[in-house]
Protein backbone atom coordinates (compact mmCIF):
# COMPACT_ATOMS: atom_id res chain seq x y z
CA UNK A 1 0.00 0.00 0.00
CA UNK A 2 0.96 3.64 -0.80
CA UNK A 3 2.25 6.80 1.43
CA UNK A 4 4.57 7.58 3.53
CA UNK A 5 4.28 6.02 6.94
CA UNK A 6 3.73 7.89 10.03
CA UNK A 7 6.16 7.80 13.02
CA UNK A 8 4.73 8.95 16.42
CA UNK A 9 6.71 11.02 18.70
CA UNK A 10 8.49 9.52 21.73
CA UNK A 11 5.70 8.77 24.56
CA UNK A 12 2.84 8.93 22.49
CA UNK A 13 2.96 5.26 21.30
CA UNK A 14 0.67 4.30 24.32
CA UNK A 15 -2.06 5.80 22.09
CA UNK A 16 -2.09 2.91 19.98
CA UNK A 17 -2.25 0.49 22.77
CA UNK A 18 -5.87 -1.21 23.38
CA UNK A 19 -5.09 -1.52 27.10
CA UNK A 20 -4.41 2.52 27.40
CA UNK A 21 -7.89 3.52 28.96
CA UNK A 22 -8.32 7.39 28.59
CA UNK A 23 -5.28 7.92 26.25
CA UNK A 24 -7.13 5.92 23.70
CA UNK A 25 -9.79 8.79 22.78
CA UNK A 26 -10.92 9.28 19.30
CA UNK A 27 -10.77 13.30 19.37
CA UNK A 28 -7.39 12.98 20.83
CA UNK A 29 -4.90 14.88 18.39
CA UNK A 30 -1.52 14.94 18.35
CA UNK A 31 1.84 16.50 16.32
CA UNK A 32 4.16 14.50 14.47
CA UNK A 33 7.10 15.87 15.34
CA UNK A 34 8.74 18.01 18.76
CA UNK A 35 8.98 21.03 16.47
CA UNK A 36 5.31 21.07 15.02
CA UNK A 37 3.86 21.13 11.91
CA UNK A 38 1.34 18.86 10.40
CA UNK A 39 -1.00 17.68 13.23
CA UNK A 40 -2.69 14.06 12.91
CA UNK A 41 -5.66 13.10 14.09
CA UNK A 42 -6.03 9.56 15.60
CA UNK A 43 -9.71 7.50 15.34
CA UNK A 44 -9.78 4.50 17.55
CA UNK A 45 -11.73 2.29 16.10
CA UNK A 46 -11.25 -1.05 17.75
CA UNK A 47 -14.23 -2.89 18.08
CA UNK A 48 -16.15 -1.22 15.69
CA UNK A 49 -17.51 -3.12 12.57
CA UNK A 50 -17.63 -1.48 9.08
CA UNK A 51 -19.11 0.33 7.65
CA UNK A 52 -18.31 2.54 11.01
CA UNK A 53 -14.63 3.06 10.71
CA UNK A 54 -14.97 3.90 7.15
CA UNK A 55 -18.09 6.87 7.82
CA UNK A 56 -15.75 7.70 10.15
CA UNK A 57 -12.66 8.58 8.15
CA UNK A 58 -14.89 9.63 5.41
CA UNK A 59 -16.36 12.42 7.90
CA UNK A 60 -13.24 13.37 9.31
CA UNK A 61 -11.86 13.41 5.11
CA UNK A 62 -14.94 15.82 4.02
CA UNK A 63 -14.27 17.77 6.86
CA UNK A 64 -10.37 19.08 5.38
CA UNK A 65 -8.59 16.39 7.62
CA UNK A 66 -5.19 16.63 6.12
CA UNK A 67 -3.91 13.78 8.36
CA UNK A 68 -5.38 11.09 9.61
CA UNK A 69 -5.00 7.55 11.41
CA UNK A 70 -7.58 4.92 12.07
CA UNK A 71 -6.62 2.22 14.25
CA UNK A 72 -8.93 -0.91 13.41
CA UNK A 73 -9.14 -4.40 14.96
CA UNK A 74 -10.56 -6.65 11.67
CA UNK A 75 -8.75 -6.95 8.14
CA UNK A 76 -12.47 -6.27 6.58
CA UNK A 77 -11.65 -2.23 7.92
CA UNK A 78 -8.25 -2.31 6.46
CA UNK A 79 -8.88 -3.26 3.17
CA UNK A 80 -12.11 -0.71 3.00
CA UNK A 81 -10.23 2.34 4.11
CA UNK A 82 -7.47 1.23 1.78
CA UNK A 83 -10.17 1.24 -0.36
CA UNK A 84 -11.49 5.02 0.54
CA UNK A 85 -8.07 6.37 0.05
CA UNK A 86 -7.98 4.93 -3.41
CA UNK A 87 -10.90 6.02 -4.47
CA UNK A 88 -10.43 9.91 -3.27
CA UNK A 89 -6.81 9.89 -4.76
CA UNK A 90 -5.22 10.30 -1.06
CA UNK A 91 -1.68 8.53 -0.09
CA UNK A 92 -2.86 5.39 2.07
CA UNK A 93 -0.09 3.32 4.86
CA UNK A 94 -0.50 0.67 6.87
CA UNK A 95 1.48 -0.65 10.21
CA UNK A 96 0.91 -3.34 12.42
CA UNK A 97 -0.13 -2.14 16.09
CA UNK A 98 -0.60 -4.01 19.17
CA UNK A 99 -4.12 -5.82 18.23
CA UNK A 100 -4.59 -3.95 14.76
CA UNK A 101 -3.75 -2.36 12.03
CA UNK A 102 -3.24 1.87 12.32
CA UNK A 103 -4.40 2.82 8.79
CA UNK A 104 -2.52 6.61 7.83
CA UNK A 105 -3.98 8.65 5.39
CA UNK A 106 -1.80 11.79 4.18
CA UNK A 107 -4.09 14.22 1.85
CA UNK A 108 -0.86 15.80 0.60
CA UNK A 109 0.37 12.42 -0.83
CA UNK A 110 -1.32 11.68 -3.78
CA UNK A 111 -2.07 8.04 -4.95
CA UNK A 112 -1.43 6.84 -8.46
CA UNK A 113 -3.77 8.99 -11.08
CA UNK A 114 -5.92 5.58 -12.20
CA UNK A 115 -4.99 5.51 -15.92
CA UNK A 116 -8.22 6.94 -18.20
CA UNK A 117 -9.22 4.75 -21.44
CA UNK A 118 -11.22 5.62 -24.08
CA UNK A 119 -14.75 3.71 -23.55
CA UNK A 120 -15.30 0.81 -26.18
CA UNK A 121 -18.23 1.93 -28.24
CA UNK A 122 -19.04 -2.16 -28.26
CA UNK A 123 -19.34 -1.79 -24.89
CA UNK A 124 -22.87 -2.63 -23.47
CA UNK A 125 -24.77 0.51 -21.85
CA UNK A 126 -25.94 -0.47 -18.51
CA UNK A 127 -28.90 1.78 -18.51
CA UNK A 128 -29.43 5.34 -19.44
CA UNK A 129 -29.02 8.50 -16.33
CA UNK A 130 -31.61 10.32 -15.41
CA UNK A 131 -33.13 12.57 -13.02
CA UNK A 132 -33.10 10.14 -10.31
CA UNK A 133 -29.88 8.00 -11.31
CA UNK A 134 -28.07 5.57 -13.39
CA UNK A 135 -28.55 2.21 -14.25
CA UNK A 136 -30.41 -0.06 -12.28
CA UNK A 137 -28.82 -2.44 -9.00
CA UNK A 138 -29.59 -5.70 -8.56
CA UNK A 139 -29.72 -6.51 -4.51
CA UNK A 140 -29.90 -9.85 -3.34
CA UNK A 141 -30.21 -10.71 0.50
CA UNK A 142 -30.95 -14.34 0.18
CA UNK A 143 -29.52 -17.41 -1.36
CA UNK A 144 -33.17 -18.54 -2.70
CA UNK A 145 -36.24 -16.57 -4.11
CA UNK A 146 -39.16 -16.75 -2.05
CA UNK A 147 -40.03 -19.33 0.67
CA UNK A 148 -41.21 -22.38 -0.46
CA UNK A 149 -39.71 -25.62 0.58
CA UNK A 150 -36.97 -27.88 -1.39
CA UNK A 151 -34.91 -27.11 -3.93
CA UNK A 152 -36.69 -24.62 -5.97
CA UNK A 153 -36.32 -21.64 -4.29
CA UNK A 154 -32.35 -21.84 -5.07
CA UNK A 155 -33.09 -23.11 -8.45
CA UNK A 156 -35.18 -19.98 -9.09
CA UNK A 157 -32.37 -17.87 -7.72
CA UNK A 158 -29.47 -19.88 -10.21
CA UNK A 159 -32.04 -18.61 -13.35
CA UNK A 160 -32.57 -15.55 -12.52
CA UNK A 161 -28.81 -14.53 -12.30
CA UNK A 162 -28.18 -16.60 -15.60
CA UNK A 163 -31.35 -14.63 -16.88
CA UNK A 164 -29.48 -11.36 -15.99
CA UNK A 165 -25.94 -12.66 -17.63
CA UNK A 166 -27.70 -13.24 -20.52
CA UNK A 167 -30.63 -10.70 -21.42
CA UNK A 168 -27.90 -7.82 -22.95
CA UNK A 169 -29.14 -5.26 -20.00
CA UNK A 170 -26.24 -5.78 -17.60
CA UNK A 171 -27.20 -4.07 -13.86
CA UNK A 172 -25.03 -1.33 -13.04
CA UNK A 173 -24.21 -2.95 -9.68
CA UNK A 174 -24.92 -6.87 -8.14
CA UNK A 175 -25.02 -6.46 -4.51
CA UNK A 176 -25.08 -9.67 -2.33
CA UNK A 177 -25.80 -9.25 1.95
CA UNK A 178 -26.86 -11.57 4.44
CA UNK A 179 -27.51 -15.90 3.27
CA UNK A 180 -27.12 -13.85 -0.52
CA UNK A 181 -23.32 -14.09 0.06
CA UNK A 182 -23.75 -17.90 -0.18
CA UNK A 183 -24.37 -17.42 -3.91
CA UNK A 184 -20.84 -16.69 -4.68
CA UNK A 185 -18.48 -19.47 -2.00
CA UNK A 186 -16.93 -21.97 -3.73
CA UNK A 187 -19.30 -25.36 -4.98
CA UNK A 188 -21.77 -22.44 -6.57
CA UNK A 189 -20.60 -23.03 -9.74
CA UNK A 190 -23.58 -22.22 -12.14
CA UNK A 191 -23.87 -18.91 -9.75
CA UNK A 192 -20.21 -17.87 -10.23
CA UNK A 193 -20.11 -18.49 -13.60
CA UNK A 194 -22.99 -16.24 -14.22
CA UNK A 195 -21.90 -13.83 -12.32
CA UNK A 196 -18.50 -13.54 -13.99
CA UNK A 197 -20.31 -12.78 -17.31
CA UNK A 198 -21.80 -10.22 -15.56
CA UNK A 199 -18.76 -8.59 -14.39
CA UNK A 200 -17.14 -8.85 -18.17
CA UNK A 201 -20.11 -7.01 -19.22
CA UNK A 202 -19.15 -4.27 -16.35
CA UNK A 203 -21.44 -4.97 -13.64
CA UNK A 204 -19.75 -4.13 -10.62
CA UNK A 205 -20.34 -6.78 -8.12
CA UNK A 206 -19.93 -6.22 -4.52
CA UNK A 207 -20.72 -8.56 -1.61
CA UNK A 208 -20.90 -7.96 2.22
CA UNK A 209 -17.59 -8.55 4.31
CA UNK A 210 -19.65 -8.74 7.78
CA UNK A 211 -21.87 -11.20 6.42
CA UNK A 212 -19.31 -13.02 5.13
CA UNK A 213 -17.37 -12.77 8.30
CA UNK A 214 -21.03 -14.02 10.34
CA UNK A 215 -20.97 -17.29 8.24
CA UNK A 216 -17.23 -18.03 8.01
CA UNK A 217 -17.05 -18.47 4.47
CA UNK A 218 -14.25 -14.74 3.86
CA UNK A 219 -11.84 -17.14 2.56
CA UNK A 220 -14.46 -19.22 0.45
CA UNK A 221 -15.48 -16.24 -1.70
CA UNK A 222 -14.71 -17.48 -5.48
CA UNK A 223 -16.23 -13.80 -7.29
CA UNK A 224 -17.02 -10.51 -6.31
CA UNK A 225 -15.57 -7.90 -4.46
CA UNK A 226 -15.52 -7.86 -0.76
CA UNK A 227 -17.45 -4.64 0.31
CA UNK A 228 -19.44 -2.51 3.16
CA UNK A 229 -22.58 -1.18 3.89
CA UNK A 230 -21.42 2.05 2.90
CA UNK A 231 -20.67 1.60 -0.51
CA UNK A 232 -23.67 -1.19 -0.89
CA UNK A 233 -26.01 1.31 -0.13
CA UNK A 234 -24.60 4.29 -2.08
CA UNK A 235 -24.74 1.85 -5.19
CA UNK A 236 -28.56 2.11 -4.11
CA UNK A 237 -28.51 5.16 -3.91
CA UNK A 238 -26.85 5.63 -7.61
CA UNK A 239 -29.11 3.81 -9.09
CA UNK A 240 -32.55 4.93 -10.72
CA UNK A 241 -34.09 2.05 -9.73
CA UNK A 242 -32.68 -0.73 -7.53
CA UNK A 243 -34.38 -4.77 -8.18
CA UNK A 244 -34.89 -7.05 -4.98
CA UNK A 245 -34.34 -10.72 -5.52
Known amino acids: MRGARHSLPEGRDRLLDRRSGPARNPHRRLHRNAVGG ?4 IIDAFGKQCPLPLVMAKKELDA ?7 QVDNET ?3 NLSRLGEKQGIGVSVDA ?3 GWLVSFAVGERAEA ?3 TTPDAAAPVQGACGPMGCG ?3 FIKSDAIGTSEGELGGNLMKMALYTLSEAGDPPASLL ?5 VKLL ?12 KLMEQGTEVLVCGTCLDFYGLKEKLAVGEVSNMYDILGRMREAAKVIEL
Open 38 to 41: PIMK
Open 64 to 70: GCTELAV
Open 77 to 79: AVK
Open 97 to 99: IEG
Open 114 to 116: VEL
Open 136 to 138: YAV
Open 176 to 180: FMNEG
Open 185 to 196: VEGQDQNIESVR
